[in-house]
């Protein structure tokens, strides 16, 4: 199983990314994925989870509103498309695998003017 994130950077607050994760190797098609995130010296942070149809998703109350995940199953890619960034939302940012140990590498967003 391989989850490659992509998409992050810097950028200033107020500012917009999308991120991305491609998903190879899994045998179930279309499973629950979710985006997590850790920042500096604090415990990892559930974002958001997206159905395996991409019809529902449910977000931290820390990002709802302002993030929105989205997948392409004919591509097994997920995103995270990010606006109205914050500093407090500076972390590296990973996907997994909903209920599963597999995660990516992840991909670092800063926030900063």
């Known amino acids: 199983v391989r989850l ?3 998409g992050g950077g810097l950028v200033p607050p107020g500012g917009s990314l999308r991120l991305s994760c491609v998903l190879s190797g899994f045998t179930l098609s279309s499973p629950y ?3 997590v995130r850790q ?13 395996g149809s991409g019809t529902d998703a449910q977000y931290a109350p820390s990002v709802r509103g302002r993030f929105t995940i989205s997948r392409d ?15 407090e939302d500076t972390a590296l940012y990973y996907c997994t695998i909903a209920g599963s140990m597999h995660r990516g590498q992840g991909t670092q967003v800063t926030v900063s003017s």
């Open 4 to 6: 490659v994130e992509s």
């Open 33 to 35: 994925m979710s985006w």
């Open 39 to 51: 920042a500096p010296g604090k415990e990892a942070e559930w974002v958001g989870t997206i159905s």
């Open 73 to 87: 199953n004919a591509e097994n890619t997920l995103y995270l498309q990010m606006n109205n960034l914050k500093p």
